[in-house]
Protein backbone atom coordinates (compact mmCIF):
# COMPACT_ATOMS: atom_id res chain seq x y z
CA UNK A 1 0.00 0.00 0.00
CA UNK A 2 1.36 3.29 -0.95
CA UNK A 3 0.67 6.48 1.19
CA UNK A 4 0.93 9.59 -0.51
CA UNK A 5 1.25 13.07 2.43
CA UNK A 6 3.17 16.23 2.89
CA UNK A 7 6.80 16.72 4.13
CA UNK A 8 8.21 20.18 5.19
CA UNK A 9 11.54 20.88 3.39
CA UNK A 10 14.58 22.74 3.49
CA UNK A 11 16.20 23.52 0.47
CA UNK A 12 19.91 25.97 -0.41
CA UNK A 13 20.17 26.60 -3.97
CA UNK A 14 22.18 29.99 -5.58
CA UNK A 15 22.61 31.83 -2.23
CA UNK A 16 18.48 31.34 -1.03
CA UNK A 17 16.82 28.68 1.54
CA UNK A 18 13.71 27.82 0.75
CA UNK A 19 11.28 26.30 2.73
CA UNK A 20 8.32 24.38 1.42
CA UNK A 21 5.68 21.30 1.87
CA UNK A 22 6.43 18.46 -0.59
CA UNK A 23 3.82 16.07 -1.49
CA UNK A 24 5.77 12.88 -1.33
CA UNK A 25 4.68 8.50 -1.96
CA UNK A 26 5.71 6.68 0.98
CA UNK A 27 6.29 2.88 -0.67
CA UNK A 28 5.54 -0.34 1.04
CA UNK A 29 8.05 -1.11 3.91
CA UNK A 30 10.95 -3.51 3.75
CA UNK A 31 10.71 -6.40 6.05
CA UNK A 32 12.75 -4.57 9.20
CA UNK A 33 10.44 -0.84 8.55
CA UNK A 34 7.33 0.16 9.13
CA UNK A 35 4.97 3.51 7.97
CA UNK A 36 4.11 5.49 10.74
CA UNK A 37 1.19 8.57 10.60
CA UNK A 38 3.05 11.38 12.20
CA UNK A 39 0.30 13.04 14.85
CA UNK A 40 2.74 14.94 16.87
CA UNK A 41 6.26 16.18 16.35
CA UNK A 42 8.39 18.85 18.83
CA UNK A 43 10.23 21.91 17.43
CA UNK A 44 13.68 21.51 19.05
CA UNK A 45 16.42 24.11 18.84
CA UNK A 46 18.53 21.63 17.20
CA UNK A 47 15.70 21.47 14.58
CA UNK A 48 16.38 24.79 13.31
CA UNK A 49 19.94 24.69 12.74
CA UNK A 50 18.28 22.18 9.49
CA UNK A 51 15.37 23.80 9.25
CA UNK A 52 16.53 27.59 8.93
CA UNK A 53 20.49 27.00 8.14
CA UNK A 54 22.72 30.36 8.21
CA UNK A 55 20.08 31.72 6.18
CA UNK A 56 18.99 35.88 7.49
CA UNK A 57 15.89 35.79 8.82
CA UNK A 58 15.01 39.54 7.79
CA UNK A 59 14.89 39.04 4.11
CA UNK A 60 12.17 36.04 4.70
CA UNK A 61 10.04 36.63 1.66
CA UNK A 62 6.18 34.32 0.52
CA UNK A 63 6.70 32.20 -2.54
CA UNK A 64 4.22 32.36 -4.52
CA UNK A 65 1.03 31.08 -4.17
CA UNK A 66 1.51 28.17 -6.63
CA UNK A 67 5.02 27.44 -4.84
CA UNK A 68 3.79 27.89 -1.32
CA UNK A 69 6.37 28.21 0.66
CA UNK A 70 9.41 30.64 2.35
CA UNK A 71 12.51 32.39 1.24
CA UNK A 72 15.52 33.56 2.80
CA UNK A 73 18.78 34.98 1.80
CA UNK A 74 22.03 33.87 3.14
CA UNK A 75 24.99 35.79 3.14
CA UNK A 76 27.66 34.95 0.99
CA UNK A 77 30.21 34.47 3.92
CA UNK A 78 27.70 31.92 5.73
CA UNK A 79 27.63 29.76 2.52
CA UNK A 80 30.95 27.63 3.45
CA UNK A 81 29.26 26.39 6.64
CA UNK A 82 26.62 24.32 4.06
CA UNK A 83 28.45 23.36 1.31
CA UNK A 84 27.62 20.11 2.09
CA UNK A 85 23.57 20.09 1.44
CA UNK A 86 23.79 22.78 -1.64
CA UNK A 87 20.54 21.85 -3.88
CA UNK A 88 19.72 19.34 -1.58
CA UNK A 89 15.67 19.27 -0.60
CA UNK A 90 16.28 18.12 3.21
CA UNK A 91 13.70 17.10 5.78
CA UNK A 92 13.15 18.39 9.02
CA UNK A 93 12.40 17.28 12.22
CA UNK A 94 14.41 14.58 14.35
CA UNK A 95 11.62 13.12 16.45
CA UNK A 96 8.01 12.11 16.76
CA UNK A 97 5.48 10.03 17.45
CA UNK A 98 2.81 8.44 15.67
CA UNK A 99 0.76 5.39 14.99
CA UNK A 100 2.00 2.68 13.09
CA UNK A 101 -0.03 2.21 9.86
CA UNK A 102 1.89 -0.47 8.16
CA UNK A 103 4.86 -2.88 9.11
CA UNK A 104 7.20 -5.16 7.16
CA UNK A 105 7.40 -8.82 7.87
CA UNK A 106 9.56 -8.69 11.16
CA UNK A 107 8.06 -5.61 12.43
CA UNK A 108 4.31 -6.66 11.78
CA UNK A 109 3.85 -7.02 15.76
CA UNK A 110 4.02 -3.13 16.08
CA UNK A 111 1.50 -2.66 13.40
CA UNK A 112 -1.41 -0.45 15.12
CA UNK A 113 0.72 0.52 17.88
CA UNK A 114 1.84 3.95 18.76
CA UNK A 115 5.36 4.74 19.09
CA UNK A 116 8.02 7.53 19.51
CA UNK A 117 10.51 7.50 16.90
CA UNK A 118 14.09 9.65 15.79
CA UNK A 119 15.48 9.59 12.43
CA UNK A 120 14.99 12.86 11.22
CA UNK A 121 12.22 13.88 8.28
CA UNK A 122 9.14 13.88 10.86
CA UNK A 123 7.74 17.73 9.90
CA UNK A 124 5.39 15.09 7.72
CA UNK A 125 2.16 13.38 7.40
CA UNK A 126 3.90 9.80 7.49
CA UNK A 127 7.40 8.42 7.70
CA UNK A 128 8.54 5.19 6.65
CA UNK A 129 11.00 4.21 9.19
CA UNK A 130 13.40 1.27 10.46
CA UNK A 131 11.87 -0.23 13.59
CA UNK A 132 14.79 -0.61 15.24
CA UNK A 133 14.48 3.56 15.49
CA UNK A 134 11.20 3.62 17.73
CA UNK A 135 10.19 3.21 20.73
CA UNK A 136 6.48 1.68 21.69
CA UNK A 137 4.21 4.16 24.00
CA UNK A 138 2.94 3.22 26.96
CA UNK A 139 -0.58 1.92 26.77
CA UNK A 140 -2.87 5.08 27.47
CA UNK A 141 0.19 7.46 26.49
CA UNK A 142 -0.43 9.99 24.17
CA UNK A 143 1.62 10.92 20.63
CA UNK A 144 2.45 14.59 22.66
CA UNK A 145 3.71 12.63 25.31
CA UNK A 146 5.75 10.48 23.28
CA UNK A 147 7.17 12.85 20.66
CA UNK A 148 9.95 14.09 22.74
CA UNK A 149 11.02 11.37 24.12
CA UNK A 150 14.72 11.12 22.62
CA UNK A 151 16.10 14.80 21.95
CA UNK A 152 15.82 16.46 25.20
CA UNK A 153 15.83 13.21 27.68
CA UNK A 154 18.38 11.26 26.58
CA UNK A 155 20.22 14.59 26.81
CA UNK A 156 19.34 14.96 29.65
CA UNK A 157 20.47 11.48 30.89
CA UNK A 158 23.97 11.99 28.79
CA UNK A 159 24.62 15.02 30.65
CA UNK A 160 24.58 13.16 34.46
CA UNK A 161 26.22 9.72 32.33
CA UNK A 162 29.19 12.23 31.47
CA UNK A 163 29.81 13.82 34.46
CA UNK A 164 29.83 10.51 36.18
CA UNK A 165 32.20 8.99 34.03
CA UNK A 166 34.38 11.81 34.51
CA UNK A 167 34.09 11.69 38.01
CA UNK A 168 32.22 14.95 38.61
CA UNK A 169 30.20 14.90 41.32
CA UNK A 170 28.29 18.71 40.81
CA UNK A 171 26.99 19.78 37.46
CA UNK A 172 26.18 23.50 36.16
CA UNK A 173 23.56 23.96 33.55
CA UNK A 174 22.39 27.39 31.77
CA UNK A 175 19.30 28.31 29.90
CA UNK A 176 18.17 25.60 33.10
CA UNK A 177 14.39 26.92 32.68
CA UNK A 178 13.70 24.97 29.47
CA UNK A 179 12.22 21.30 28.81
CA UNK A 180 16.06 19.56 28.88
CA UNK A 181 16.90 21.68 32.34
CA UNK A 182 13.49 21.51 34.17
CA UNK A 183 13.99 16.98 33.11
CA UNK A 184 17.86 17.48 34.13
CA UNK A 185 16.82 19.12 37.56
CA UNK A 186 14.67 16.05 37.75
CA UNK A 187 17.42 13.43 37.12
CA UNK A 188 19.50 15.28 39.37
CA UNK A 189 16.63 15.31 42.71
CA UNK A 190 16.59 11.59 41.76
CA UNK A 191 20.09 10.65 41.27
CA UNK A 192 21.59 12.65 44.33
CA UNK A 193 23.75 14.63 41.57
CA UNK A 194 24.06 17.97 42.74
CA UNK A 195 23.13 20.92 40.19
CA UNK A 196 23.59 24.57 39.72
CA UNK A 197 21.07 26.21 37.54
CA UNK A 198 21.67 29.58 35.32
CA UNK A 199 19.07 30.85 34.08
CA UNK A 200 17.96 35.17 32.85
CA UNK A 201 15.03 35.94 34.72
CA UNK A 202 13.55 35.76 38.54
CA UNK A 203 10.24 33.95 36.96
CA UNK A 204 12.61 31.28 35.45
CA UNK A 205 14.08 30.90 39.11
CA UNK A 206 10.73 30.13 40.09
CA UNK A 207 9.85 27.67 37.86
CA UNK A 208 12.87 25.16 38.44
CA UNK A 209 12.12 26.36 42.39
CA UNK A 210 9.09 24.60 41.88
CA UNK A 211 10.30 21.24 41.17
CA UNK A 212 12.70 21.37 43.77
CA UNK A 213 15.96 23.17 42.74
CA UNK A 214 18.38 24.08 45.57
CA UNK A 215 20.87 26.42 43.33
CA UNK A 216 19.11 28.56 41.08
CA UNK A 217 20.83 31.76 39.98
CA UNK A 218 20.14 34.87 37.60
CA UNK A 219 22.81 35.34 35.57
CA UNK A 220 21.26 39.17 35.51
CA UNK A 221 22.16 39.81 38.73
CA UNK A 222 24.89 42.18 39.69
CA UNK A 223 26.20 39.82 42.17
CA UNK A 224 25.73 36.95 39.76
CA UNK A 225 29.65 36.24 39.72
CA UNK A 226 29.62 35.91 43.58
CA UNK A 227 26.74 33.91 43.69
CA UNK A 228 28.04 31.42 41.46
CA UNK A 229 31.16 30.81 43.30
CA UNK A 230 29.61 29.91 46.39
CA UNK A 231 27.50 27.59 45.05
CA UNK A 232 30.41 26.20 43.42
CA UNK A 233 31.90 25.68 46.82
CA UNK A 234 28.83 24.46 48.53
CA UNK A 235 28.42 21.61 45.42
CA UNK A 236 31.81 21.41 44.55
CA UNK A 237 30.70 21.14 40.72
CA UNK A 238 33.48 20.89 38.05
CA UNK A 239 31.27 20.36 35.08
CA UNK A 240 29.21 23.00 32.86
CA UNK A 241 27.01 22.28 30.26
CA UNK A 242 26.44 25.35 28.49
CA UNK A 243 23.29 25.91 25.82
CA UNK A 244 24.08 29.54 25.49
CA UNK A 245 27.71 29.03 23.59
CA UNK A 246 28.54 32.46 22.59
CA UNK A 247 29.81 35.37 25.17
CA UNK A 248 31.80 35.33 28.47
CA UNK A 249 29.59 32.82 30.81
CA UNK A 250 31.43 29.61 29.99
CA UNK A 251 34.39 31.65 31.19
CA UNK A 252 32.96 33.21 34.02
CA UNK A 253 31.70 29.38 35.44
CA UNK A 254 35.37 28.10 34.48
CA UNK A 255 36.65 31.05 36.61
CA UNK A 256 34.68 29.98 39.56
CA UNK A 257 35.61 26.80 39.41
CA UNK A 258 39.41 27.55 40.12
CA UNK A 259 38.67 30.41 42.34
CA UNK A 260 37.31 27.41 44.65
CA UNK A 261 39.86 25.17 43.96
CA UNK A 262 42.18 27.74 44.55
CA UNK A 263 41.42 28.76 47.91
CA UNK A 264 41.20 24.89 48.71
CA UNK A 265 44.78 24.26 47.88
CA UNK A 266 47.30 23.93 50.51
CA UNK A 267 50.36 25.96 48.76
CA UNK A 268 50.65 28.77 46.04
CA UNK A 269 51.01 26.84 42.45
CA UNK A 270 51.50 29.47 39.70
CA UNK A 271 49.49 27.33 37.26
CA UNK A 272 46.62 26.99 39.20
CA UNK A 273 44.82 24.18 40.83
CA UNK A 274 45.42 20.83 39.55
CA UNK A 275 41.66 19.59 39.39
CA UNK A 276 40.08 19.65 35.49
CA UNK A 277 37.40 21.53 34.99
CA UNK A 278 35.25 21.00 32.41
CA UNK A 279 32.99 23.27 30.18
CA UNK A 280 31.06 21.57 27.60
CA UNK A 281 29.03 24.04 24.96
CA UNK A 282 25.65 22.25 23.74
CA UNK A 283 23.87 25.11 22.35
CA UNK A 284 23.99 28.09 20.59
CA UNK A 285 21.23 30.23 22.20
CA UNK A 286 23.96 33.20 21.36
CA UNK A 287 25.59 32.77 18.25
CA UNK A 288 28.32 35.27 18.85
CA UNK A 289 31.58 34.23 19.62
CA UNK A 290 32.83 32.05 22.30
CA UNK A 291 34.91 34.33 24.58
CA UNK A 292 37.51 32.66 27.32
CA UNK A 293 39.93 34.88 29.53
CA UNK A 294 41.85 31.67 29.97
CA UNK A 295 44.53 33.26 32.44
CA UNK A 296 41.69 33.26 35.13
CA UNK A 297 41.58 29.70 35.24
CA UNK A 298 44.79 27.86 35.46
CA UNK A 299 45.68 25.31 32.95
CA UNK A 300 43.71 22.09 34.11
CA UNK A 301 40.63 23.18 32.02
CA UNK A 302 39.10 22.06 29.00
CA UNK A 303 35.86 23.31 26.41
CA UNK A 304 34.59 21.55 23.90
CA UNK A 305 31.43 20.14 22.25
CA UNK A 306 28.79 18.01 23.47
CA UNK A 307 26.53 16.55 20.80
CA UNK A 308 23.99 13.58 21.59
CA UNK A 309 24.56 11.27 18.78
CA UNK A 310 28.69 10.98 19.14
CA UNK A 311 27.75 10.61 23.13
CA UNK A 312 25.43 7.42 22.57
CA UNK A 313 27.81 5.69 19.84
CA UNK A 314 30.52 6.25 22.39
CA UNK A 315 28.52 4.98 25.45
CA UNK A 316 27.60 1.72 24.11
CA UNK A 317 24.10 -0.25 23.71
CA UNK A 318 24.02 -1.59 27.62
CA UNK A 319 24.12 2.25 28.87
CA UNK A 320 21.52 3.57 25.56
CA UNK A 321 18.95 0.56 26.37
CA UNK A 322 18.80 1.47 30.17
CA UNK A 323 18.69 4.81 29.35
CA UNK A 324 15.68 4.43 27.23
CA UNK A 325 13.83 2.08 28.79
CA UNK A 326 14.11 4.82 31.92
CA UNK A 327 12.38 7.42 29.51
CA UNK A 328 9.74 4.87 28.78
CA UNK A 329 9.08 4.62 32.58
CA UNK A 330 9.07 8.02 33.75
CA UNK A 331 7.63 9.60 30.26
CA UNK A 332 5.25 11.55 31.90
CA UNK A 333 6.57 12.54 35.09
CA UNK A 334 10.94 13.01 34.94
CA UNK A 335 10.42 13.85 30.78
CA UNK A 336 6.96 14.94 30.47
CA UNK A 337 7.41 18.02 27.50
CA UNK A 338 5.47 20.97 28.11
CA UNK A 339 3.78 22.72 24.84
CA UNK A 340 3.29 26.03 24.87
CA UNK A 341 1.76 25.90 21.37
CA UNK A 342 0.56 23.41 18.90
CA UNK A 343 0.64 23.96 15.10
CA UNK A 344 -0.37 22.51 11.73
CA UNK A 345 2.32 21.78 9.28
CA UNK A 346 1.28 24.65 7.19
CA UNK A 347 1.04 26.93 10.17
CA UNK A 348 4.95 25.76 10.36
CA UNK A 349 5.46 28.33 7.36
CA UNK A 350 3.36 31.28 8.39
CA UNK A 351 5.86 33.76 8.88
CA UNK A 352 4.54 35.19 11.76
CA UNK A 353 4.42 31.49 13.55
CA UNK A 354 8.27 30.81 12.14
CA UNK A 355 9.84 33.64 13.95
CA UNK A 356 7.43 32.90 17.25
CA UNK A 357 9.43 29.59 17.54
CA UNK A 358 13.12 30.76 16.11
CA UNK A 359 12.98 32.55 19.15
CA UNK A 360 13.71 29.67 21.69
CA UNK A 361 12.68 31.29 24.28
CA UNK A 362 12.18 29.70 27.49
CA UNK A 363 8.94 28.55 28.05
CA UNK A 364 7.62 28.64 24.83
CA UNK A 365 7.89 24.98 23.03
CA UNK A 366 6.09 24.66 20.00
CA UNK A 367 4.30 21.57 18.27
CA UNK A 368 3.10 20.37 14.89
CA UNK A 369 0.25 18.28 14.81
CA UNK A 370 0.14 17.36 10.91
CA UNK A 371 -3.26 16.38 11.41
CA UNK A 372 -4.31 19.94 11.91
CA UNK A 373 -3.81 20.97 8.32
Request: net charge negative.
Amino acid sequence: MTFTGRELRSTIKDGKLTLSLEQVEIDDPADDEIVVRVEAAPINPSDLGLLLGPSDLATLEMRPRSEAGLTFSIPEARLASVQGRLGQSMGVGNEGAGTVVAAGRDAASLEGKRVGMIGGAMYADYRRIKAAEVIPLPDGATAAEGAAMFVNPLTALGFVETARQGGHTGIIHTAAASNLGQMLQKICLNDGMTLINIVRSQEQMAVLREIGASHVLNSQDEDFTARLAEAVEETGATIAFDAIGGGTLGSDILRAMEQVQVRQMAEYNRYGSNILKQLYIYGALDPSPVVLDRLKFGFQWSASGWLLSPFLQKAGPEVVQRMRSRVVDELTTTFASQYSRVISLAEALEPEVLLAYERKATGEKFLIDPSKG
